[in-house]
């Protein structure tokens, strides 16, 4: 089939690509610039590549129309007025399969784990959060009035190697693994208990790609791409300080003490709202449905991307 990934060099398409062309496909990457995937493979070779910045063409949506693909797996989009565009758009073609990525953000607090995919009573805690659910609303609406082929993919935190991961105190700086590193102390929030939900890009990928595959039974839903576990920040800690070698030393503060600890207040709030929506998800409805098995564990997928950091010298040892 002739399918159009819109964000093809990032975490998710540095994997779907190869996926798909070497599953036969015919694949156009759309890309805003000249940036390189994370991993080479010779399958890009094989890839129409097309630079094309949604946010400076007019008639973005018209033109990937125009190009006439029968699947349309779109990474970037976070805007419910893109995703209107976009159905408007394909809705004239012979598209037969829209993929939309839409985020763990979407599912806002858990209340009753696991967390359900299909639940149309998310309530998002930001605004990225609240534009994908829109777009999940919107497509699924689509589907069941006008049989608009779409299908709505939420990925986990993606992690691998290459990119920057959600660290033990649950936001992007790279300090918690070095103290860890260097046999520190390392403080958590509250005790310790709010969970993090890691998944390879190639598992994300892959989620994509059954979907894919496995057409009828992907229309109309909404799927979690996980990796099927959770840790929780104190055992992501205790599991740092065995990889590094080191004897745990982990602490805990109440919320506005370890703040001031943190003593950033953007880095504070980025934790905020990872915690907040700490849950579990099960994968149950992808096995079944796709025959999605991920091929890495939430800590062997930590562990490469840890790794990363250290052969690229982001962390000293």
Not at 167 to 173: C, R, V
């Given at each position: 089939m002739k399918v159009?990934?819109?964000?093809?060099?990032?975490?998710?398409?540095?994997?779907?690509?190869?996926?798909?062309?070497?599953?036969?496909?015919?694949?156009?990457?759309?890309?805003?610039?000249i940036a390189k995937p994370y991993e080479d493979d010779a399958a890009w070779e094989k890839v129409n590549a097309v630079q094309m910045d949604r946010t400076k063409e007019l008639d973005f949506a018209v033109k990937i129309a125009e190009m006439k693909p029968e699947v349309v797996v779109d990474l970037i989009n976070f805007d419910i007025k893109d995703t209107d565009a976009m159905v408007m758009a394909l809705k004239k073609t012979q598209c037969r399969h829209y993929l939309f990525c839409s985020s763990c953000w979407a599912h806002g607090r858990a209340e009753v784990m696991p967390f359900k995919p299909d639940d149309e009573k998310k309530e998002p805690l930001d605004e990225y959060g609240k534009q994908k659910f829109k777009s999940e609303l919107y497509l699924k609406?689509?589907?069941?009035?006008?049989?608009?082929?779409?299908?709505?993919?939420?990925p986990g935190q993606i992690s691998g190697p290459g990119w920057t991961i959600m660290?033990?105190?649950?936001?992007?700086?790279v300090l918690p693994f070095q103290k860890i590193a260097d046999g520190e102390e390392l403080l958590l929030p509250n005790f310790g208990m709010e969970t993090l939900h890691h998944v390879h890009g190639y598992d994300v990928a892959q989620c994509f790609f059954k979907a894919i595959e496995h057409r009828k039974q992907a229309l109309g839903e909404t799927f979690d791409a996980v990796s099927g576990g959770s840790i929780t920040l104190y055992g992501y800690a205790k599991l740092m300080y065995e990889f590094f070698g080191k004897e745990p030393r982990i602490g805990f503060l109440p919320w506005k003490e370890w703040c001031d600890y943190v003593g950033d207040p953007k880095e504070c709030e980025d934790t905020y709202f990872h915690i907040a929506r700490s849950g579990f998800y099960s994968i149950d409805k992808e096995e079944k449905l796709l025959d999605y098995h991920p091929k890495f564990t939430n800590t062997e997928t930590i562990k490469i991307a840890v790794q990363s950091y250290i052969d690229r010298g982001v962390i000293k040892i």
């Open positions: 159009v990934v819109i964000g093809a060099s990032g975490h998710i398409g540095t994997y779907l690509v190869p996926m798909l062309i070497n599953g036969g496909h015919e694949v156009t990457s759309i890309t805003r610039g609406e689509r589907y069941r009035r006008e049989g608009f082929p779409a299908t709505i993919i939420m660290n033990p105190w649950a936001n992007k700086t």
